[in-house]
Each structure stands twice: as structure tokens, then as C-alpha cells.
């Protein structure tokens, strides 16, 4: 689901739910003072806008029109060692973790309903091969297989579990019974 979007009462227009909140998370990222210390003087600075352009933006909720934002966050990022791609940025500002991650943070895997599926079954067949009952396995054990298993294929690129390391892993699970 989007984050909310309101119509402010406030002028300066609408209000974006949790946007300062990232925002200035970035913002601390590109070490700006913080708030209380001058970031929006050293912001409006850097950007060359108004003092009240960006306490709207640190502290209101409420983003600039996305070409604007963009802009912004190209300039904030040329202060950041690392590389973060200017869209994923500026997309994860405007909805929060709904739609994007944290591109400060690693991404969490994200994969269709097909992969859900051919994973599911590929453990499942291979469980039922090696005599382990997937169901005597405590929870935490089974999500370990699950983020192991996902991180093979978002590693090597894969759209179905590699079923030689399914079995290895049902099968350490099931000697840790």
C-alpha cells in the first residue's frame, strides 16, 4: 500500500506520511548537521532554496514535486561515499518500505509467487526424499532453510531452489534434531 497522501491545511501543499522521517535519514547519512543545529540553513545552502522549502521537508512531511526531489537527492548524494542510485532513492523517500528498500540498508530478497512456490515444493519433494519430516523441524530451523534457500538463488540468480543444497541443509537440520 502507498503512504498516506493528505491534503495539508498548512500551505506549502500535501503531506506525505513518514517523509521527513527518511528524508532525514538521508540527510544524516550526508552528515548535515542536525535539525536543531542548522540542517535546514546548511541544506537550503547547499540546494540553493528557501529556509521554509526545506523545513517543509525535514520536519512537515511534506516533499517537493518529484523533479525537484530529484535534484535534491542528486546533489545529498554527491555527499555520500557510497553509490545509490539517484530513482531508488527519491521512490523510497516518497513511499517508505512498502514499495522500496532503504538503500542504505541490503535489500531484503524479493521474489514472485512462482518462486514461493518452486521453493516450497522443491523442499518439500527433496524433505520427502531424504526421510526428513519438515514438520518435527522447530520453526527456527525452517526459517533459516528459507532465508539460506533465498539467498542461494538471489545470489547465483536462480528461479528455483538448487536442489543439492536444499538436501544439504534438510539434511544438517535433521542431524541438529
Do not use: C
Amino acid at each position: 500500500m502507498r503512504q498516506k497522501i493528505t491534503k495539508s491545511k498548512k500551505p506549502g501543499g500535501p503531506t506525505t506520511q513518514g517523509f521527513s522521517e527518511r528524508f532525514n535519514y538521508l540527510l544524516d547519512q550526508a552528515k548535515f548537521p542536525e535539525l536543531k543545529n542548522g540542517r535546514t540553513t546548511s541544506l537550503g545552502e547547499f540546494v540553493n532554496v528557501s529556509h521554509t522549502s526545506v523545513r517543509n521537508w525535514v520536519a512537515e512531511d511534506k516533499p517537493p514535486k518529484p523533479e525537484t526531489l530529484e535534484l535534491v537527492v542528486a546533489k545529498v548524494l554527491t555527499r555520500i561515499k557510497k553509490k545509490i542510485d539517484v530513482r531508488r532513492m527519491t521512490i523510497w523517500l516518497i513511499n517508505g518500505d512498502e514499495y522500496a528498500d532503504n538503500p542504505f540498508e541490503k535489500s531484503k530478497p524479493r521474489y514472485s509467487h512462482a518462486k514461493m512456490y518452486k521453493t516450497f515444493m522443491t523442499v518439500h519433494e527433496i524433505a520427502g526424499q531424504k526421510e526428513v519430516d519438515i514438520f518435527d523441524l522447530p520453526a527456527e530451523a525452517i526459517n533459516e532453510i528459507h532465508d539460506k534457500i533465498l539467498k542461494d538463488m538471489e545470489d547465483n540468480g536462480l528461479d528455483a531452489p538448487d536442489p543439492e543444497y536444499v538436501a544439504a541443509l534438510l539434511i544438517l537440520a535433521k542431524k541438529q534434531l
